[in-house]
């Protein structure tokens, strides 16, 4: 994961271990991507490197890129032999060497989001195929509105803005045509996330991704933020023993014009 409001720590061995969702949904978009033998692909928040590691078993010749010490060192181990750089998407180390780049659940951490655009269509060659998932307008509303209310019930302030850029379907159609990449596909869907860990699933992807509204709190006010947050989503979000988050998807290719 990359980006200018991600943090830069994490903890990549939890994340590998309890996030597993946030790859596995994406392994279809590899199919978009349509790797052949050869090509030269960059993965753009490669996070730990799973789906990098299923480009390659494609045959392409796959860069993994992420902001996070962390996170790249999570990849060389899980997926030995592909090269990882530790970057920022928005000044990418790279000439004009991509026919394509893929990006799965990273670029709504990147609040110039126009920063990027304007490096992929750099990197990419004239033809390439730019790929990727990302947060759409609305996602995770019902889980954010809700830790925003539990925390002024609780006397907090939550804070004003939002680490996340989440664009609409036209916004961001509109932003790639305008940065020289022509959208050839693109679709916005509903994608209820069962989380993963079971009873503290919720508690756990607040703790994990969250921090920009909870780690102002002193750490007993976040517990029983989170605590009040679950009590308010359980009739809606919690079934069998799992949680489900209100993802909201945006799916894009688009190719970089000849010129
Ligand atoms: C997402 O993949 O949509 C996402 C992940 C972490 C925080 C916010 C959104």
Redesign the pocket.
């Known amino acids: 994961m990359t980006g200018s409001t991600g943090p830069r720590r994490w903890d990549a061995a939890s994340y590998d271990r309890g996030f597993t969702f946030?790859w596995k949904h994406g392994a279809d978009l590899i199919d978009a991507l349509d790797p052949q033998p050869g090509m030269r692909v960059l993965d753009i928040g490669c996070g730990t490197g799973h789906l990098t590691g299923a480009i390659a078993g494609r045959g392409a010749v796959v860069v993994g890129l992420d902001r996070s010490p962390d996170m790249i060192g999570q990849a060389a181990q899980n997926v030995p032999g592909i090269p990882f750089v530790i970057a920022d998407a928005r000044a990418l180390p790279f000439g004009t060497a991509f026919d394509a780049v893929f990006s799965n659940?990273t670029l709504?951490w990147i609040t110039e989001p126009e920063l990027v655009i304007e490096e992929i269509r750099r990197v990419l060659k004239p033809g390439g195929r730019f790929v990727a998932e990302l947060?759409a307008a609305g996602?995770?509303a019902k889980l954010i509105t809700t830790l925003c209310r539990a925390m002024a019930e609780a006397g907090y302030e939550p804070p004003t803005g939002s680490p996340?850029y989440y664009p609409t379907l036209a916004g961001y159609t509109n932003l790639l045509e305008r940065h020289g990449l022509e959208p050839i596909f693109a679709t916005v869907f509903d994608r209820p996330t069962v989380l993963e860990g079971g009873e503290g699933g919720l508690c756990n992807w607040f703790a994990m991704?969250a921090g920009w509204y909870l780690d102002p709190l002193p750490p007993p006010a976040r517990a029983a933020v989170i605590a009040r947050t679950e009590a308010i989503l359980r009739p809606d979000l919690y079934r069998d023993g799992r949680w489900t988050a209100d993802?909201r998807r945006l799916r894009v290719v688009a190719v970089r014009s000849s010129s």
């Open positions: 946030v659940a709504h947060g996602n995770v996340w991704f993802y």
